[in-house]
Structure formats: structure tokens, C-alpha cells
């Protein structure tokens, strides 16, 4: 540490057993074939937090080279290469994309754990590397709920990066402080730090952080109804995603809810359509399965509306995201409404309304029991008009609706 560096103390790494007890609640079984994996990988980096040298450093070595073993070689040059780019790379990231996973997967109490431990285990970390772990242990407080303990987490490491003249690092404090604003309603704020970060981010060069950057703008300016512009951010966020299929998908997704919302339901089909037509992570093509069975019910497309509710079903068995899976059954319950299959509809209605009850999620609850089957729709209102250069965006997409769906959708890990 330099002098007057801001310190983070954590002095006591929660136990990889009781964080993975934790995170088994309310579960059926493992979260995937690397649950084991995980459970090493924090134990050794807790059991090195203790120790002094040499033997703290041969630990945290050991599990460095397990991470790399589990991840693969490739993926860690590649995934590593996405997140951090060139710069300040270090050995340790073999670790932090293992915890991303876990993160990814749903079992937050121990990406926590395996983070946490990292930042005490690793002595020789610099400032970068160390806001890093900070940042990503700030991502996962916050899929918990944890607000408070998020915004101390970002506020650390805007303050490390104004500390260390690092603009990375003050960017991710900013995309921090966006999504948290996010997860308190406040959107304008949303707006605010989300802009400031693509400020800094362009100008350094940052590419994936401004591809961030750019996805807070698309919400917040969704959430206003500023549809021209968050379209036009949508799409230079999907520009920066190419070459990288999880991410194209996450955008081809919001981007087609965009669509939807303001009107343009035919287009909001088409990009729907090509996410749920590429191998993906089931909280990516949830969603989209959901918003195509809307769309085309909008459209007057019947069959691919009951195709995607059948598709939400067979994904409902698997170990998707209890959330996703609940707000996707309760899309397609209203879309087969809207088609007349109210048998169909009110089968999906029920599963939904159970789950959310079986999990918490009030909102699920409380929409599955305000619908009731109903006559087939009549069209919605005229799409908004958009500007020229957002209008084009719109076409963009039209041109990539698939010839075809496929007969499954199939699911890829949330890590690829």
C-alpha cells in the first residue's frame, strides 16, 4: 500500500462451508458440476489468510492454478481479456473469473466468500488489482439485496482510484453507483453516473467499461421513455459486444424490450427470435422467450407464441434462475391469453403465482393473480416515431430475425 492509500479491512473471511449452506437454502441440489470446485478454491484462500509466509503464498498459488485448471486456459486468457483488456493483468484474475461463475450461477455467499478471502490471502495485490476485488465483491452484495454494504463497497474504490490516478477504477465506482441508483428507483441518478463513467471510459480507451457505461445510459433513458436515444445506446453497445455470443445476447435482449415498449412490436419479435435462437445462460433466454411470446402475440403469430411457452416450461425444470423462470411463465401465461389459449394461459398463470409465492417474489404474485384469461387482443396502438437515426437502429434489427426458430433452445453456462 502507498501512503495515505484508503484501506478496506476485512479481517475475518466468512467459512466456504457455512457461505455454501447459505446459498443451498430453498435449493433442491448443487448449482452446477463446479460446486466442488468453488468449495476448494475458498477453503484454500481462507486457510492462507491465516498463515504467514511462505506458506500464505503456496496457497494462494494452489489456488490460482486450480481456478485456471477448472476455467480452462483459454477461457482464461479470453474471459480475462474481456473484463480487464491489457492492462494490469495478474495471475490472480484466474480467481476472480472462478468467483464470477459462482456469482453467475446464483451462489452468491460463496463468490463473496472467495473474494473476501482473496483480498486478505494476497499480500502482494497493488491498488488496481485490489479495487478490482473490491468492485466485484460490491457487484455480488448487491445481487443479494445488500445496498447499504454495496455503496460502501463502490464508494472504496472511487476513492482508490482517485487515490491511485487510475481511471479504471473510478469508472467502476461510477458503474457502481449507476446500479445501485438503478436498484433504488432513482434513474435520473442513474442517468448521472452512467454518463460520467462513459466520459471517462471513452477517454481512456476502456472498452468494455464503456460498453457498461453505455447499457446504464440504454436503462435509464429506457425508463424515461427517451426511446430514440436508448435504442441509439443499445445498439453502439451491441457493437461493442460482438465476437463475445453472451453478450450479444444480453443486449439483443434489452434492445428488444425497448422495441417492445415503444411500439414496434414486428422488431422486438426479431430480436427476441435471435436470442433465443444462439446457446445461451438461461437468465438470458428466459427473458427473451417471455417478450417473443408478447411480441408475437401482438403480431398475430399464434404457434411461435405457444412454441415459446412451451420452451419456458421445459426451462422451468432445469436450474435457471427461480426469478427469471417465474416472470417468464407469468409473460407467456398473458401472451396465451391474448391468443385465446386460456387453458394454456392459466396453467402458466398458476405456476407462476406458485413459485413466486414459494420464493418472495411479490410482484409475480401479485400480477398472476390481476390477470384473468381473456378474448384474443385487438392490435395496440401505433408505434412511436422515432428519429432517423434511431429508426435505423430499428431496422438493423429487423434483419435479424432468424428464417426459422429451432426446435430447443439451448442453454449454455452463464460463465461462457
Given at each position: 500500500m502507498t501512503p495515505g492509500e484508503p484501506t478496506f479491512p476485512i479481517t475475518a473471511p466468512k467459512s466456504a462451508?457455512?457461505?455454501?449452506?447459505?446459498?443451498?437454502?430453498?435449493?433442491?441440489?448443487?448449482?452446477?458440476?463446479?460446486?466442488?470446485?468453488w468449495l476448494t478454491v475458498a477453503s484454500l484462500l481462507q486457510h492462507a489468510a491465516y498463515l504467514n509466509?511462505?506458506?500464505?503464498?503456496?496457497?494462494?498459488?494452489?489456488?490460482?492454478?486450480?481456478?485456471?485448471?477448472?476455467?480452462?486456459?483459454a477461457n482464461v486468457g479470453r474471459l480475462g481479456t474481456r473484463e480487464w483488456e491489457d492492462r494490469d493483468r495478474a495471475p490472480i484474475e484466474a480467481i476472480m473469473?472462478?468467483?464470477?461463475?459462482?456469482?453467475?450461477?446464483?451462489?452468491?455467499?460463496?463468490?463473496?466468500?472467495i473474494l473476501d478471502a482473496l483480498f486478505v490471502a494476497d499480500a502482494s495485490l497493488d491498488a488496481v488489482q485490489r479495487g478490482r476485488i473490491i468492485s466485484q465483491r460490491a457487484r455480488v452484495l448487491r445481487k443479494m439485496g445488500l445496498i447499504d454494504e454495496a455503496?460502501?463497497?463502490?464508494?472504496?474504490?472511487?476513492?482508490?482510484?482517485?487515490?491511485?490516478?487510475?481511471?479504471?477504477?473510478?469508472?467502476?465506482g461510477s458503474l457502481g453507483f449507476a446500479t445501485l441508483a438503478q436498484l433504488r428507483g432513482n434513474y435520473p441518478d442513474m442517468y448521472r453516473h452512467?454518463?460520467?463513467?462513459?466520459?471517462?471510459?471513452?477517454?481512456?480507451?476502456?472498452?468494455?467499461?464503456?460498453?457498461?457505461?453505455?447499457i446504464g445510459l440504454q436503462i435509464s433513458l429506457g425508463v424515461s421513455r427517451r426511446f430514440d436515444e436508448a435504442l441509439i445506446y443499445g445498439w453502439k453497445v451491441y457493437q461493442l459486444s460482438i465476437g463475445h455470443a453472451i453478450d450479444e445476447g444480453e443486449v439483443l435482449q434489452n434492445i428488444g424490450q425497448l422495441l417492445f415498449d415503444s411500439g414496434h412490436f414486428a422488431e422486438a419479435r426479431a430480436g427476441f427470435a435471435a436470442v433465443v435462437s444462439h446457446r445461451l445462460p438461461a437468465?438470458?433466454?428466459?427473458?427473451?422467450?417471455?417478450?417473443?411470446?408478447?411480441?408475437?402475440?401482438?403480431?398475430?403469430?399464434p404457434e411461435t407464441v405457444e412454441w415459446s411457452a412451451i420452451e419456458i416450461e421445459r426451462l422451468a425444470g432445469s436450474n435457471a434462475p427461480r426469478y427469471s423462470i417465474a416472470s417468464a411463465l407469468l409473460e407467456a401465461a398473458i401472451a396465451l391469453f391474448m391468443i385465446?389459449?386460456?387453458?394454456?394461459?392459466?396453467?402458466?398463470?398458476?405456476?407462476?403465482?406458485?413459485?413466486?409465492?414459494k420464493h418472495s417474489f411479490h410482484e409475480i404474485v401479485f400480477r398472476a393473480e390481476a390477470i384473468e384469461p381473456a378474448s384474443p387482443s385487438e392490435p395496440g396502438a401505433a408505434p412511436l416515431v422515432l428519429t432517423k437515426e434511431a429508426a435505423t437502429v430499428v431496422s438493423e434489427i429487423a434483419w435479424l430475425e432468424p428464417k426459422q426458430l429451432p426446435k430447443h433452445v439451448a442453454l449454455a453456462a452463464a460463465s461462457s
Amino acid at each position: 500500500m502507498t501512503p495515505g492509500e484508503p484501506t478496506f479491512p476485512i479481517t475475518a473471511p466468512k467459512s466456504a462451508a457455512a457461505a455454501y449452506r447459505a446459498d443451498l437454502v430453498g435449493r433442491d441440489g448443487p448449482f452446477g458440476q463446479h460446486d466442488s470446485a468453488w468449495l476448494t478454491v475458498a477453503s484454500l484462500l481462507q486457510h492462507a489468510a491465516y498463515l504467514n509466509e511462505p506458506e500464505r503464498s503456496r496457497l494462494v498459488i494452489d489456488a490460482i492454478e486450480f481456478s485456471r485448471e477448472v476455467i480452462g486456459e483459454a477461457n482464461v486468457g479470453r474471459l480475462g481479456t474481456r473484463e480487464w483488456e491489457d492492462r494490469d493483468r495478474a495471475p490472480i484474475e484466474a480467481i476472480m473469473l472462478l468467483a464470477d461463475a459462482a456469482h453467475r450461477e446464483g451462489a452468491l455467499n460463496l463468490a463473496g466468500a472467495i473474494l473476501d478471502a482473496l483480498f486478505v490471502a494476497d499480500a502482494s495485490l497493488d491498488a488496481v488489482q485490489r479495487g478490482r476485488i473490491i468492485s466485484q465483491r460490491a457487484r455480488v452484495l448487491r445481487k443479494m439485496g445488500l445496498i447499504d454494504e454495496a455503496a460502501h463497497h463502490d464508494r472504496y474504490v472511487s476513492r482508490l482510484g482517485r487515490h491511485a490516478k487510475n481511471v479504471e477504477l473510478r469508472v467502476r465506482g461510477s458503474l457502481g453507483f449507476a446500479t445501485l441508483a438503478q436498484l433504488r428507483g432513482n434513474y435520473p441518478d442513474m442517468y448521472r453516473h452512467s454518463h460520467r463513467a462513459l466520459r471517462m471510459a471513452e477517454r481512456a480507451g476502456l472498452r468494455r467499461l464503456t460498453r457498461d457505461a453505455c447499457i446504464g445510459l440504454q436503462i435509464s433513458l429506457g425508463v424515461s421513455r427517451r426511446f430514440d436515444e436508448a435504442l441509439i445506446y443499445g445498439w453502439k453497445v451491441y457493437q461493442l459486444s460482438i465476437g463475445h455470443a453472451i453478450d450479444e445476447g444480453e443486449v439483443l435482449q434489452n434492445i428488444g424490450q425497448l422495441l417492445f415498449d415503444s411500439g414496434h412490436f414486428a422488431e422486438a419479435r426479431a430480436g427476441f427470435a435471435a436470442v433465443v435462437s444462439h446457446r445461451l445462460p438461461a437468465h438470458i433466454l428466459l427473458p427473451a422467450l417471455g417478450g417473443l411470446a408478447l411480441a408475437s402475440a401482438r403480431t398475430g403469430q399464434p404457434e411461435t407464441v405457444e412454441w415459446s411457452a412451451i420452451e419456458i416450461e421445459r426451462l422451468a425444470g432445469s436450474n435457471a434462475p427461480r426469478y427469471s423462470i417465474a416472470s417468464a411463465l407469468l409473460e407467456a401465461a398473458i401472451a396465451l391469453f391474448m391468443i385465446g389459449k386460456n387453458d394454456i394461459g392459466e396453467r402458466h398463470r398458476v405456476a407462476a403465482a406458485q413459485l413466486g409465492r414459494k420464493h418472495s417474489f411479490h410482484e409475480i404474485v401479485f400480477r398472476a393473480e390481476a390477470i384473468e384469461p381473456a378474448s384474443p387482443s385487438e392490435p395496440g396502438a401505433a408505434p412511436l416515431v422515432l428519429t432517423k437515426e434511431a429508426a435505423t437502429v430499428v431496422s438493423e434489427i429487423a434483419w435479424l430475425e432468424p428464417k426459422q426458430l429451432p426446435k430447443h433452445v439451448a442453454l449454455a453456462a452463464a460463465s461462457s
